[in-house]
C-alpha cells in the first residue's frame, strides 16, 4: 500500500502563511511526521529573493539577502537526525517559478555553483544530509533552459557529494494549474504532455535521480490517466518516480486551506493503481499536522492515520 514517506518543509514561502516557529515548536512537528511515518525531509529552498534559511555571506554579501535569525538549515538537520530521518536540501530561487523566461541562467551559474560549494562546506558532513531538492519547475518543454540547468544543477551536486540523489518536483500543464476562473485555463493535453516529459526525461535521464510530480494540477478524472502516463515515461528512462500528494485544496475561492480527506485518499489510490510506491506530500506542516494553525489539518492526519490502520489491518 502506498503511503506518505516524505513532506516539503516549507519554511520560505512564496503563498503560505508562515507559522513563526522555533525549535521547540518544529521538533513536536518533527515527532508527528516520525509517528505517520514520514522517513524523508526535503527543504523547498533555501531562500526566495531576500529571504534565506541560512546565513549564507555569498547571499547577504552579494545578493543583498537578509540575514536569517535562525539558521534554518541546521535546525532541520538537527531535527532530522534526531528522528533518524533523511534530509534534502532545497536550491536558492531568485524567482518564483514561472519568472525565469527573461534570465539568461548560464550567467547567473558562476554564483549558484559557489552556494553549493558554501553549502556542502558548512553541512555536508552532516548524517543527515542525503540528497538535493533542485527547486525550479516546469510542466512542459516549452522552457529548455531550465531543463538544461537540472542537468548542470544535478551534475554539479553529485560531484560535490559523493553522488547524492538529486529530485525534482514538476507540475503538470492542467486545468488546476492556473488560478481558479483563469480564462487561459485548459484540460490536460494528453499527448503534448507524453511528448514533452519523453523529451525532458530524455535530457535528464542519469542526472536527476527522482521526479514526484505535483498531483493537484489536473482534474480528479484526468489523474489516474496521467498518473499512469508518468510511470510508463518514468520507467521507460530509467528514474525513479514518487508522487507529490499535495495536501492543501486548489478547489476553494482562496488559497489555500488543508483537502478534503476524501480527495486526498482518491489521489493516492491512483498514484498506487499506477504502479507508483511512494508519496511526498506538499506540504505536512500547514496542512496535514496535528501542530498546524489550520485545525483541520490535525483532523486530516487522523482520517489518513486511521486509513493506514485500516488497511494494515486488511
Known sequence: MIQIKATFLDEISSDIPHQNWG?????RDFASMKQMGIDTVVMIRSGLRQFITYPSPILMNE????????????????LAE???????????????????KDVDLSKTWDTERRLL????ERYGHRKAFKGWYLSKEVGDADNLQIIEEFVRYSGYCKSISGNLPTLISPGMHGRKCWLPNDP????LDFAKHESDWDKIMGIISGHVDIIAFQDGHVTFDELPAALKVNKRLADRHGIELWTNCESFDRDMPFRFPPIKWDK??????????AGIERAITF???????????WPQAG??????????EANRKG
Open 264 to 273: 486526498m485518499r482518491l489521489k493516492l489510490k491512483a498514484a498506487q493503481d
Open 184 to 187: 487561459n485555463a485548459h484540460d
Open 283 to 293: 506540504e505536512f506542516s500547514h496542512f496535514m499536522s496535528p501542530n498546524s494553525f
Open 82 to 100: 534526531k528522528y533518524d530521518m533523511k534530509y534534502f536540501f532545497g536550491t536558492y530561487a531568485m524567482r518564483r517559478n514561472g519568472d525565469y
Open 23 to 27: 525549535f521547540r515548536e518544529w521538533d
Open 63 to 78: 545578493l543583498g539577502c537578509y540575514e536569517p535569525s535562525v539558521d534554518l538549515v541546521d535546525m532541520f538537520l538537527t
Open 299 to 308: 483532523n486530516l492526519f487522523n482520517r489518513y492515520m486511521e486509513w493506514v
Open 117 to 120: 560549494d558554501e553549502v556542502w
